[in-house]
């Protein structure tokens, strides 16, 4: 997936740089790099692991039920992310914070925790077995990359797009919640 020159830009930026700039440079970079290479990356993942355990689901080694699990986060992060981009992100493209719905995401995000590491957990830590074939390879391989992008975007709204302004800035009232 080809990201835009913002976005290749945004890829370097640390928390602070981040911080810095207006929600809406970010917003923009959380639907670029995010959201819409989840929505690629989760129904390869899923196809990759239809086969897997098509073929190899008489292994012991084989992780029986990833599919179904990868369908249902899948599903979880879609409702998420449309929460984020119908309700969540116009209120923060203008500075506003409401605390009702960056708690709703707050929890989700630790759902979505949560079914990453059931994910380690079907797979053994991602862990091949011998002579694992092509596809068994490549799924692994991109469900680490899954696993890193989620992390990263959780982290990235956690810490920086649902704080407010005056959060970091130390200049917060306190009635922010945070």
Same mark, same amino acid.
């Given at each position: ?16 740089? *981040? ?12 639907? !670029? ?34 599919? !179904? ?6 599903? +979880?992060? +879609? ?29 989700? &995000? ?12 079907? #797979?053994? !830590? ?8 092509? #596809? *068994? #390879? ?6 680490? +990359? ?10 990235? !709204? ?9 959060? &970091? ?10």
């Amino acid at each position: 997936m080809q990201l835009s020159a913002a976005t290749q830009a945004g890829l370097t930026r640390n928390v602070q740089q *981040w911080q810095s700039l207006p929600n809406k440079d970010l917003i923009d970079f959380v639907l !670029e790099r995010y959201h819409a290479v989840h929505r690629v990356q989760f129904p390869e993942a899923i196809h990759m692991a239809r086969r897997v355990e098509q073929v190899h689901g008489a292994s012991a080694k084989c992780p029986v039920g990833l599919t !179904e699990h990868l369908l249902l986060m899948f599903q +979880e992060l +879609e409702s998420h992310m449309m929460k984020e981009e119908q309700i969540l992100f116009p209120m923060l493209a203008n500075e506003s914070y409401p605390q009702g719905p960056i708690m709703v995401m707050e929890n989700e &995000h630790q759902e979505h925790e949560l079914a990453l590491q059931r994910i380690l957990s079907l #797979t053994d !830590e991602l862990t091949l077995p011998e002579g694992a074939c092509g #596809t *068994w #390879t490549a799924l692994y391989t991109l469900l680490r +990359e899954i696993i890193v992008d989620v992390r990263a975007h959780i982290d990235l !709204e956690s810490h920086v797009l649902f704080v407010p302004v005056e959060k &970091h800035s130390g200049a917060c009232c306190g009635g922010c919640g945070g």
